[in-house]
């Protein structure tokens, strides 16, 4: 007997998801109330407003400017869209490994009588959802600030609905295609670890090649011969076969009051083509990419080098202590998507000592000792951002990480303290390198006094330890045990509420210690002898108690948490 | 050795295990049985630490498991129902880091791990990260990191699941070596003809409550069930009127 399966429509294959979606966010209400809900809207609307502000402001300016301000605005828009697109194909082909080869719901769907098109239009969309959610409501703000100033009217709305749509879809397909076919040479597993290394390789290299070149020099005029060279510059376009160029010569066209429907048409028959050819090669591939993308990884690790080394270091520690250190840091190194993150842990550090150097505070003329002393001052509250960043990425996933174990962890005779100890040092020992040397050496380019290197030092010491019991503190209180991706854990609702305490702290320390460091900077001056008096000893009291509480209470905090956790 | 009181766990207004006292006495391999969704996992997750009671307490060789936790959990070892391990350690990996959480190391530890990779046929991967292992392969895992320590109590959850017949053979020789060296075994199992032929005292839970407890032939004596089997008796006590109409349905 022979039947042919009547098919689900493509809704009923997403309803899984879009049901599981709804439910999280109904469970995250719940456990949260109003005020996650309230925070979440209220940052979100102020980093909306923000973009928002400063763009119409750039806008308007470039609005100011005769014959120019339409290319300059243009221009802008030009490589706003293609950093999307860029951030998007990066991405896609990120999502398109999980949501096509390693998904739980796979199984289920490739032994239903689900067709190959309906499957892969499931999966496309999911990529794109995935992926994209976040460029989109960037691009909301940009495109409003363009709109209103324009006067793009309520048209622009729908308008820019479909010009933006087809510049998502595109790089989902090509995400997905690259995908299946490297799929199809390699193991899933070691494809991604291959493609997080390349992701974040390209991204990293992105980054420091963009600040090493120095583009605010190219915005000097005077860098151009004549106006000119600086007009054929603008007209170029900043790639003639990528979407965003012609998402964004549709955009300017409409706002400029003469619509081109050639790039829109480009945009439309470019996804439609690349859709249909991406369901083609997905027909051809995807069975034999999914047979492979089951198999193992298949590697063999004797382990010996983490317990000869660390091992041997912690030889005083209690055994249990000294096997969950070793256990965290083995994990850490043998899991490609995490270690990888190091690679824009040093862009990032590269970057940032690049831009102390690039200040112009010594170049010859005596240096304003009031300036040195200032932002080595301020160095200490953006190396502090730049450590709770860090933190964010590596401490605070921490907790959550353990989760599908946890059911050793407690039924075994583990001290929850201890295990609490072991994260926080592995965290923390890291960051304190890092934050020592990041403030020596930065200060060390600002040629600042002794006074100066020891109290940034000794703050820098007192955050980190603070940062990183924030960051642990957190993570326990906000655990996200359902994530399969580490890398997302931070971006959820706990790490926002983490960086922005993190924030109020290193502004209270910075308060703090600036009543202390003025009374030096203003004896040092107006050259009188530096008094250290009952005043200053007590505003650097305020700053190690306020530091000394934030690593107190989140750890107390989250040890609390930790026991009342249920599996 | 073990000893629940008035066990009660509420998740919201649903009450998974209602007011359960019962004693598993050293020596004994103890049967948990039920229908899906009963309580056992629960009554079982307890018992581990790794859930809180709502009410009542759990004594494991006299020591409370939430009050005193890390006295009894010394004793313990725990076979959860799904084996999730940290897929990035290698399988001696994982069975030294579980020795060192129950504070041992050393060459006994190495020697233990060897015999006990050897027993379970897991020697020629025991440098593998275990990643690469199958089901019934981290559920062997699993057992011997629960028997690394030398526990003298041991909870464990669908044993059975995802192992060939020799490992099941080899699980069912161990549990009762283990029971017959004064060790204590309370196992939650689907498996009935494996309770009726291992278990020295089965329970019977049904909707969080224990609604028959003893040997199989106290059970049918209690229940009036002749000579019927653990099988039949199990139906009878949880609703076996559902199976009949689920066949029903099944053979329509």
Same mark, same amino acid.
């Given at each position: ?95 398109? *490994? ?9 199984? *289920? ?49 729908? =308008? ?21 076919? &490297? ?11 291959? &493609? ?15 600040? &090493? ?81 089951? %198999?193992?990884? %298949? ?13 041997? &270091? ?33 862009? *990032? ?21 009031? =300036? ?145 460091? =003025?009374? =030096? ?47 | ?57 759990? $004594? ?34 994982? $069975? ?157």
């Amino acid at each position: 007997m022979t039947a042919r399966a009547v098919q689900p429509s493509l809704w009923h294959v997403l309803q899984p998801k879009w049901r599981t979606a709804r439910q999280r966010l109904r469970e995250a209400r719940e456990r949260g109330g109003w005020g996650r809900v309230s925070i979440l809207v209220t940052v979100g609307s102020l980093f909306w407003a923000a973009v928002y502000k400063i763009l119409y402001a750039v806008l308007k300016y470039f609005r100011g400017v005769e014959d120019l301000g339409p290319l300059l605005a243009g221009k802008l828009l030009g490589l706003v869209l293609l950093a999307f697109v860029s951030i998007l194909i990066l991405s896609n082909i990120i999502t398109a *490994l999980s949501s096509f080869f390693l998904a739980k719901d796979l199984d *289920l769907l490739v032994s239903a009588p689900v067709d190959w098109l309906r499957l892969y239009l499931a999966k496309l969309w999911e990529t794109v959802i995935h992926s994209s959610w976040m460029v989109a409501l960037m691009i909301v703000p940009i495109l409003a600030a363009f709109g209103v100033i324009y006067d793009g009217g309520v048209l622009f709305i729908p =308008y820019a609905v479909l010009t933006i749509l087809p510049m998502l879809l595109l790089p989902a397909v090509l995400g997905a295609a690259l995908t299946l076919i &490297l799929v199809n040479v390699f193991p899933a597993r070691r494809t991604r670890d291959l &493609l997080s290394l390349i992701a974040l390789g390209a991204a990293g290299g992105v980054i420091l090649i963009f600040r &090493l070149i120095r583009p605010e020099q190219l915005a000097r005029p005077e860098g151009f011969r004549n106006l000119l060279d600086f007009i054929t510059v603008l007209r170029t376009p900043t790639s003639p076969f990528l979407p965003s160029e012609w998402a964004t010569k549709a955009i300017m066209s409409y706002l400029r009051g003469s619509i081109d429907p050639l790039p829109l048409v480009l945009l439309w028959t470019t996804a439609g083509a690349f859709i249909t050819f991406g369901a083609l090669l997905h027909r051809q591939m995807f069975a034999t990419g999914f047979t492979k993308a089951q %198999e193992g990884a %298949e590697r063999f690790v004797r382990g010996t080098f983490w317990r000869w080394t660390v091992g041997s &270091l912690l030889t005083p520690l209690a055994v249990a202590k000294r096997e969950f250190v070793l256990k965290d840091i083995k994990l850490f190194f043998r899991d490609t998507t995490q270690w990888s993150q190091l690679i824009l842990l040093a862009v *990032l550090v590269v970057v940032y000592v690049f831009n102390i150097k690039a200040l112009p505070l010594h170049r010859g003329e005596p240096v304003g000792f009031f =300036y040195v002393n200032l932002v080595s001052f301020l160095n200490l509250g953006l190396a502090g951002f730049v450590l709770a960043s860090i933190a964010a990425r590596f401490i605070f996933p921490a907790v959550s990480l353990e989760g599908r174990q946890m059911w050793l962890l407690r039924s075994s005779p583990l001290d929850l303290r201890a295990l609490l100890w072991s994260k926080y040092w592995v965290g923390t020992v890291p960051l304190l390198v890092l934050a020592l040397l990041l403030t020596g050496v930065t200060n060390v380019l600002l040629q600042v006094s002794s006074f100066m290197m020891i109290v940034s030092l000794a703050t820098i010491c007192a955050l980190t330890l603070a940062i990183s019991a924030l960051a642990l503190g957190y993570g326990a209180l906000y655990p996200q045990f359902e994530t399969e991706n580490a890398a997302q854990i931070p971006t959820s609702f706990g790490g926002l509420v983490f960086m922005m305490t993190t924030v109020a702290l290193l502004g209270a320390v910075i308060l703090a210690l600036s009543q202390a460091v =003025y009374t =030096y900077v203003r004896a040092m001056y107006e050259g009188h002898p530096v008094v250290i008096d009952a005043k200053m000893i007590g505003w650097f009291t305020v700053a190690a108690a306020v530091c000394a509480a934030a690593t107190v209470i989140p750890l107390k905090i989250g040890l609390k948490r930790m026991e009342q956790f249920e599996f | 050795m073990i000893r629940l009181e008035n066990l009660t766990k509420h998740y919201g207004s649903f009450v998974a295990v209602d007011d359960i006292t019962m004693e598993v006495p050293r020596g004994l391999l103890h049967g948990f049985l039920g229908p899906n969704g009963a309580g056992k996992t629960t009554t079982l997750r307890m018992i581990a630490g790794i859930l809180r009671p709502t009410d009542g307490r759990v $004594l494991i060789g006299g020591d409370d498991v939430h009050k005193k936790p890390l006295a009894a959990k010394m004793r313990l070892g725990f076979i959860p129902d799904r084996p999730f391990v940290y897929d990035k350690l290698t399988g001696a990996e994982f $069975l030294r880091f579980v020795a060192g959480l129950y504070g041992q190391e050393g060459d006994a530890i190495d020697r233990r791990i060897a015999e006990l990779l050897e027993v379970f046929e897991l020697t020629s991967w025991k440098d593998e990260l275990v990643e690469a292992y199958s089901h019934g392969m981290r559920q062997k895992l699993i057992i011997s990191s629960a028997l690394i320590h030398r526990p003298e109590v041991i909870v464990v959850d669908e044993p059975m699941v995802g192992l060939d017949p020799k490992a099941a053979r080899l699980l069912k020789d161990i549990f009762r070596q283990f029971v017959g060296k004064g060790g204590t075994v309370l196992m939650s199992t689907h498996t009935l003809e494996v309770a009726e032929a291992m278990c020295d005292r089965i329970a019977i839970i049904q909707h969080g409550k224990i609604v028959a407890e003893g040997t199989v032939p106290d059970l049918r004596r209690q229940h009036q069930a002749g000579d019927a089997s653990l099988e039949e008796l199990f139906l009878k006590l949880t609703g076996g009127a559902h199976a009949r109409e689920l066949a029903e349905v099944l053979g329509r």
